[in-house]
């Protein structure tokens, strides 16, 4: 059975988000002296990458109910 695996983002991307949020954060806490404005970048990127894994687990759970209903209908004719 052909599994495709989800795609990951890569190392680089992760690293820039990484770094710009934490540019982000350091620039809140010493120029703005308010860190939870410099939170906000990280909790955004955080709600997006979750997003994209539920979205990617709706999309496996259609697949394995479509898999399982062609399943069905071989085994009835």
């Known amino acids: 059975m052909d599994r495709s695996t989800p ?3 890569s190392p680089r991307i992760v690293a ?13 806490i ?12 990280a909790f955004a990127a955080l709600v997006c990458y979750v997003g994209w894994r539920f979205l990617l687990a709706v999309e ?10 062609a399943a069905r209908e071989r085994e009835e004719r």
């Open 30 to 41: 010493l120029a703005l002296g308010n860190p939870l404005v410099g939170l906000f970048p």
């Open 16 to 28: 820039f988000v990484g770094v710009v949020c934490l540019a982000i954060l350091v620039y809140a």
């Open 7 to 9: 795609p990951r983002p």
């Open 60 to 69: 496996e759970m259609a697949d394995g109910l479509q898999r399982l209903a």
